[in-house]
């Protein structure tokens, strides 16, 4: 007779809520969630959060018991080269995206920060070419603003900030864009990229002292309040934002970088071939109609479409050859390649 197997299912023995808690807060899962959130909030944010990084993974080196059983000595060594070695990692990983993030600003304000720049580093040019959008007065617009308590905001950081966002919102609203209704409290960030949401302008700290940055920064947070914020969120309005705020920023100096590369810089150069063919008062005054116009414009979720919406509803307006215009128009978005040929 063939002897029988019997198995003997283990005896799962109960775990105390601590073991169990520990258990989850090991689980891969949780870890890499850990992880993940702190990095961004310690690279974006606040810098401390790095250091939960370096906690996610030591409890993913202990949930996986690699020094399990091995001296305490040994235990504490291997303990020790982690934590030294996900601190440097987290510390060059932050230092590298800074700079990574640094450069996003600096690209974005590139064009407008070379275009004031050479216009305040030469009399003679900013004399034959720099608009004077408002009348020099001995009493300048200077908005009431309400600061974070960042020590990089010192009395003459903020008396600075304050005229340059008060000649800049003069400059647009001598155009015809409406005034704020009310002003962003500001704030300051520890990098160059400025930070901003409805309510609140952040500052970087390392371009706070840069006129063109901060026409930059404030110029995004008043065309981004009143188009992009407006309403649910549409990547068109977002881009429509930005090529308002660049288009009117060298606006402002009067000079202008073409690139052609960027959706959004194919739509400045395009502007600006406009303003080559209609002059700056027409292109200004047709780009402020389709402002006034924008929640009107049809096919906002692409944003080509959105765009040529506006600048046409603007320029059909001005233009006294509205034939003849209008075949220029399609002709330089085409040139663009922002509108297929046969529109």
């Avoid at 807060?25 to 961004?40: R, T």
């Avoid at 990089?152 to 609203?173: A, F, M």
């Avoid at 940055?213 to 990547?235: K, P």
């Amino acid at each position: 007779m063939a002897n029988k197997i019997y198995r003997i299912s283990p005896v799962e023995i109960p775990k105390s809520l601590r073991a169990r808690l520990l258990d989850f807060v090991e689980h891969p899962l949780a870890v890499g969630a850990l992880f993940a959130i702190s990095g961004l909030v310690g690279t974006l944010l606040y810098t401390p959060f790095l250091a939960l990084c370096a906690v996610s993974v030591l409890l993913a080196f202990h949930r996986a018991r690699v020094v399990s059983g091995r001296p305490l000595l040994v235990q504490i060594i291997a303990y020790s080269l982690l934590v030294s070695a996900v601190s440097i990692g987290s510390y060059l990983l932050y230092d590298r995206l800074s700079l990574e993030l640094d450069s996003v600003q600096t690209d974005f304000a590139r064009r407008v920060a070379s275009a004031l720049k050479t216009s305040q580093s030469s009399s003679s040019v900013s004399v034959l070419t720099a608009p004077k959008p408002i009348p020099s007065t001995p009493h300048p617009f200077l908005p009431s603003l309400t600061y974070t308590d960042s020590p990089v905001l010192t009395e003459p950081v903020r008396k600075h900030l304050q005229l340059e966002i008060g000649t800049y919102s003069s400059y647009l609203k001598g155009i015809g864009f409406p005034s704020l209704d009310s002003f962003p409290r500001i704030g300051t960030v520890p990098y160059a990229v400025p930070m901003m949401e409805p309510g609140r302008l952040d500052f970087g700290e390392k371009s706070i002292r840069d006129n063109s940055a901060i026409r930059a920064a404030f110029g995004m947070y008043y065309f981004g309040s009143q188009i992009a914020w407006v309403g649910e969120n549409d990547s068109a309005k977002d881009n429509a934002a930005i090529v308002y705020n660049v288009y009117f920023l060298e606006s402002y100096s009067d000079l202008h970088e073409g690139k052609n590369s960027t959706p959004s810089e194919k739509w400045v150069d395009a502007l600006w071939d406009f303003r080559s063919k209609f002059g700056k008062k027409t292109t200004d005054e047709a780009l402020l109609i389709g402002f006034n116009k924008r929640s009107q414009i049809a096919k906002i979720g692409d944003t080509n479409q959105y765009l040529a919406n506006i600048i046409e509803s603007g320029l059909f307006e001005v233009l006294n050859d509205r034939s003849s215009g209008l075949k220029t128009i399609h002709q330089v978005l085409s040139d663009h390649g922002l509108i297929e040929t046969s529109q």
